[in-house]
């Protein structure tokens, strides 16, 4: 086991139903593996995570500090209910359930990242390793969607909305 390394894939991938293919289902869950230098802050009987807003999450990190509470749920929220679209429909909130893993992520000079876990373990790495793992995360679950069925949205606004503001964050926040 490395302990200079920050780690966080994805184990297994289905949706909230546990099956690989369901069209009516917006958000992505999954097993991950989430490691801060030599602490295992998540693993396969951890938590059934919500991919699609943790690798929403985790995108915004790339841009910004993150300190628990910052966002609408944790970086590996167990659920996402439902995702509110700001007006301009360019980022959306995930809301869910109080259930989830969380960890600092602060920005510093010299383009380095410090992950600290809620246990106190510290890690500091470069910016482009921290972006390397995150990257690779949203990127599975991308190709996630990507495998199954189109999906089929619920007729009213709000779902549809946020669902779409979802989608343009996210993208907005992997091409930078």
């Known amino acids: 086991m490395q302990t200079d390394t920050f780690t966080i894939?994805?184990?297994?991938?289905?949706?909230?139903?546990g099956s690989k293919d369901d069209p009516a289902d917006l958000c992505a869950h999954g097993f991950v593996l989430a490691q801060i230098g030599s602490e295992i802050i998540?693993?396969?009987d951890t938590l059934d995570v919500c991919t699609s807003a943790a690798a929403s999450h985790l995108l915004r990190t790339l841009v910004k500090d993150y300190v628990p509470g910052d966002f609408a749920g944790q970086l590996l929220p167990c659920c996402g209910h439902f995702m509110i679209a700001s007006d301009d429909l360019k980022t959306?909130?995930?809301c869910?359930?109080?259930?989830?893993i969380d960890w600092n992520v602060m920005h510093l000079p010299g383009n380095s990242v410090r992950l600290t876990s809620l246990s106190g373990t510290e890690l500091t790495i470069t910016f482009e390793d921290y972006k390397t793992q995150v990257l690779a995360f949203a990127d599975g679950v991308k190709a996630f969607y990507d495998a199954s069925s189109r999906k089929i949205l619920p007729n009213?606004?709000?779902?549809?909305?946020?669902?779409?503001?979802?989608?343009?964050?996210?993208?907005?926040?992997?091409?930078k």
């Not at 009213?156 to 091409?175: K, S, T, V």
């Open 92 to 94: 959306a909130d995930v």
């Open 42 to 44: 998540c693993e396969k």
């Open 9 to 17: 894939e994805i184990l297994d991938h289905h949706w909230i139903n």
């Open 96 to 100: 869910g359930c109080p259930s989830g």
């Open 156 to 175: 009213d606004d709000f779902d549809q909305n946020g669902y779409i503001a979802f989608w343009n964050e996210w993208h907005n926040l992997r091409n």
